[in-house]
């Protein structure tokens, strides 16, 4: 290894813990990677999200500068994956999003915010014939659509996946399960690292806690924001876009995975209660997805999942320096949509070139 390289400890293993992982590792670094999680991921956000990337469509419910973080993951995630050993499902046809009869006024103001916050070039609005033509099965229920054209989405499972497996197989990643660590500090990392690294704190050259909801010890301000989602497979629907559904509610969206897989997502609720889907969400999200399509009335559940997003008050991401290491935190609804853009600026920060960032608004010293 050449002697720039540095040793880190990651502590969290979900989107950001793992990603970020990976492109030390790509930088010639070492990595301890410690997390409660199993190796597949499954207490962890990312895992159940629907993985849209969607810069325009997000910033209208929220703030302009996530379009501008947006569009920068945007450009690159193509690269990233390019760099998998295999093919992963991404799909950036677009967005297109629709709205049932009683729900006009709510999309004649979601059309207004979307007029007020974003440029002209970023939408077009689709009659009849014209959302007949992109999404033959939604003009079957919908007589006109918002269409979207920079936003994606990818399969987050085979993401997870290929990470997993890139993470346990370089012989720079050593990645261990633990107990849960409810409060880091210099003294706790150390007792951490001599029992599952044999190393002590000073050996690492950074901490970086990418513990999600699971550092609000350490994280003032950190909150959890549940969302519950339904993976089906539907033979009998093919959409080409990712689709999103006004709702009175929730923003709910429908992300396509290959073969005839989709996710729908999300409901939005202040808890933190990561116990399963309750019977009214459930409902909610079942008769969202049957509304959009009647062939998804004999498509098959496989599955009905609900975790929650960190988030901090402003819903924007964090970086934070502490005493003993970093904190990148509250990611909220956008960790794909903001992970390579922040994950890149944080790579700048570990360097040192603080000159160079993006976004550095999100940096606290
Ligand atoms: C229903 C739903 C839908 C979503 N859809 C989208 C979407 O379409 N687009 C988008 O951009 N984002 C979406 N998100 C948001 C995205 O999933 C999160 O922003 C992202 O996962 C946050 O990444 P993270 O690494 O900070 O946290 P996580 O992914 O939750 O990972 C945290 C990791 O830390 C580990 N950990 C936690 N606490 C401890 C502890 N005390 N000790 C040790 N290890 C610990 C966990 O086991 C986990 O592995 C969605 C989220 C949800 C819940």
């Known amino acids: 290894m050449s002697s720039d390289s540095k040793q880190y400890l990651i502590v969290g293993s979900g989107l950001i813990g793992r990603l970020l992982t990976w492109r030390l590792l790509r930088l010639g670094h070492s990595v301890d990677l410690l997390s409660r999680d199993d190796k597949q991921g499954s207490d962890s956000a990312g895992f159940i999200a629907a993985a849209m990337v969607s810069p325009a469509t997000e910033a209208i419910s929220t ?6 973080i947006g569009l920068k993951s945007l450009a690159l995630w193509p690269q990233w994956l390019a760099e998998l050993p295999e093919p992963i499902f991404y799909q950036n046809n677009g967005t297109l999003v629709v709205a049932h009869a009683g729900d006009q006024a709510e999309i004649a103001r979601f059309t207004r915010r979307a007029q007020h916050t974003l440029d002209n070039d970023d939408f077009s609005v689709l ?4 959302l007949s033509e992109k999404e033959s099965g939604l003009a079957e229920q919908f007589d006109q659509a918002l269409f979207f054209e920079q936003e994606s989405c990818l399969d987050n499972r085979h993401l997870y996946q290929l990470l997993t497996d890139i993470l346990t197989q370089d012989k720079h990643c050593n ?13 706790s990392i150390t007792s951490l690292s001599k029992q599952y690294f044999e190393r002590s704190y000073d050996d690492y050259d950074e901490v970086i806690d990418c513990r999600g909801n699971g550092a ?4 003032t ?19 080409k876009h990712a689709i999103r559904l006004i709702h009175p509610r929730y923003p709910f969206y429908l992300a396509p995975r290959p073969n005839n897989e989709y996710v729908l997502g999300a409901t939005v609720i202040e808890s933190d209660d990561m116990s399963e889907v309750s019977v009214r969400s ?12 009647k062939g998804f009335a004999e498509a098959r559940v496989l599955e009905m999942s609900a975790h ?4 901090m008050v402003d819903n924007m991401p964090t970086i934070k320096r502490t005493e003993w290491g970093f904190q990148i935190n509250g990611f909220y609804r956008h960790g794909y949509l903001f992970s390579p853009a922040i994950i890149n600026d944080f790579l700048k920060i570990l360097d040192g070139n603080l000159g160079q960032l993006s976004f550095g608004d999100y940096y606290h010293a």
Do not use: N, T
Not at 216 to 219: G, N, T
């Open 308 to 311: 929650c997003r960190p988030a």
């Open 282 to 293: 459930g409902l909610e999200l079942m008769s969202a997805l049957y509304s959009l399509h």
């Open 221 to 239: 301000g950190l909150r959890s924001v549940r969302g519950e989602v339904i993976r089906v497979h539907a033979p009998e629907v093919d959409f």
């Open 216 to 219: 609000k010890h350490d994280l």
């Open 127 to 130: 009659d009849k014939q014209q």
């Open 63 to 68: 703030e302009p500068m996530v379009k501008e």
């Open 175 to 187: 990645w261990q399960q633990c107990e849960d660590i409810l409060q880091l500090s210099k003294e």
